[in-house]
């Protein structure tokens, strides 16, 4: 295949996946993954590390757009992601040690209990009989708590490449009750010094494919802010459905290639 066919694949591609990061504040990178493994016959390291590349400028996008949207606490946000770049780069370890087989089915199975989460809590917060509980501010809570949040962030963004926003922001909804657009501005704010831990540590390790990676994440970053318009646009509850069916597809692809 001619190098500027995978070049314009590549761009628009990244197109797409930065308009759906920007919707459900993944950064894109989760449905980035198995899309490469799959088109490009990627193992599950190399197409983590190269969804990589993408991820970072369009994570970085979007948290800028959430922040014009509604400003984020960067206290907690710098909290959390104190606790993130140690557990990045450990989770990173593992996954470059795991079979890539086995990752990918780990991998699947971790995006299915989200999905399935996320199918419950849209279906239970759009029936009007059910009680709400009262949202609140995250300067209600102390910063050890999102150290704490951020750790979990890191540790699941480095086995998995990404998705240490997808593992915190069910927690932030819940536990602290906070919006979600709110809670998926401050997971990926956390996240962006891992990310960068991240990359480092698969690029290292040879993981990554720049050619492939880059035009990805230039297509990303011009759709980002209109996805990111979307998901305040959106009903919670129909966001939060959006998410957990974009899970399931995203499982389904890791498990074809599985």
Same mark, same amino acid.
């Given at each position: 295949?001619?190098?500027?066919?995978? =070049? +314009? #694949?590549?761009?628009?591609?990244?197109?797409?996946?930065?308009?759906?990061?920007? &919707? !459900?504040? /993944?950064?894109?990178?989760?449905?980035?993954?198995?899309?490469?493994?799959?088109?490009?016959?990627?193992?599950?390291?190399?197409?983590?590390?190269?969804?990589?590349?993408?991820?970072?400028?369009?994570?970085?996008?979007?948290?800028?757009?959430?922040?014009?949207?509604?400003?984020?606490?960067?206290?907690?946000?710098?909290?959390?992601?104190?606790?993130?770049?140690?557990?990045?780069?450990?989770?990173?370890?593992? =996954? +470059? #040690?795991?079979?890539?087989?086995?990752?990918?089915?780990?991998?699947?199975?971790? &995006? !299915?209990? /989200?999905?399935?989460?996320?199918?419950?809590?849209?279906?239970?917060?759009?029936?009007?009989?059910?009680?709400?509980?009262?949202?609140?501010?995250?300067?209600?809570?102390?910063?050890?708590?999102?150290?704490?949040?951020?750790?979990?962030?890191?540790?699941?963004?480095?086995?998995?490449?990404?998705?240490?926003?997808?593992?915190?922001?069910?927690?932030?909804?819940?536990?602290?009750?906070?919006?979600?657009?709110? =809670?998926?501005?401050?997971?990926?704010?956390?996240i962006v010094p891992g990310t960068f831990v991240a990359l480092f540590a698969y690029a290292a390790h040879g993981q990554a494919d720049w050619l492939v990676g880059v035009p990805m994440a230039l297509g990303s970053i011009f759709f980002v802010p209109y996805g990111v318009k979307?998901?305040?646009?959106?009903?919670?509850?129909?966001?939060?459905?959006?998410?957990?069916?974009?899970?399931?597809?995203?499982?389904?692809?890791?498990?074809?290639?599985?």
């Amino acid at each position: 295949m001619d190098w500027y066919v995978v =070049a +314009l #694949g590549c761009l628009l591609s990244g197109a797409l996946i930065g308009f759906m990061g920007g &919707v !459900l504040g /993944i950064g894109g990178g989760l449905l980035a993954i198995p899309l490469l493994g799959l088109v490009l016959n990627m193992e599950q390291q190399l197409a983590q590390g190269t969804a990589l590349i993408m991820v970072l400028p369009a994570v970085l996008m979007t948290v800028r757009k959430y922040n014009q949207k509604a400003r984020i606490n960067f206290y907690a946000a710098g909290a959390g992601a104190a606790g993130s770049i140690v557990f990045t780069w450990v989770g990173a370890q593992i =996954a +470059l #040690g795991i079979d890539p087989v086995l990752l990918r089915r780990i991998y699947a199975s971790f &995006v !299915l209990c /989200i999905a399935l989460f996320y199918f419950y809590q849209s279906r239970r917060t759009s029936q009007a009989q059910q009680p709400q509980k009262a949202r609140r501010e995250v300067e209600e809570f102390h910063k050890g708590w999102f150290v704490l949040i951020g750790s979990l962030a890191g540790l699941a963004g480095g086995v998995f490449g990404v998705g240490g926003s997808v593992l915190v922001v069910p927690i932030l909804t819940t536990v602290f009750c906070l919006t979600q657009v709110g =809670a998926q501005a401050l997971a990926l704010s956390m996240i962006v010094p891992g990310t960068f831990v991240a990359l480092f540590a698969y690029a290292a390790h040879g993981q990554a494919d720049w050619l492939v990676g880059v035009p990805m994440a230039l297509g990303s970053i011009f759709f980002v802010p209109y996805g990111v318009k979307l998901a305040y646009a959106l009903p919670e509850p129909r966001l939060k459905l959006a998410f957990a069916c974009m899970l399931l597809v995203i499982m389904v692809l890791l498990l074809i290639k599985a």
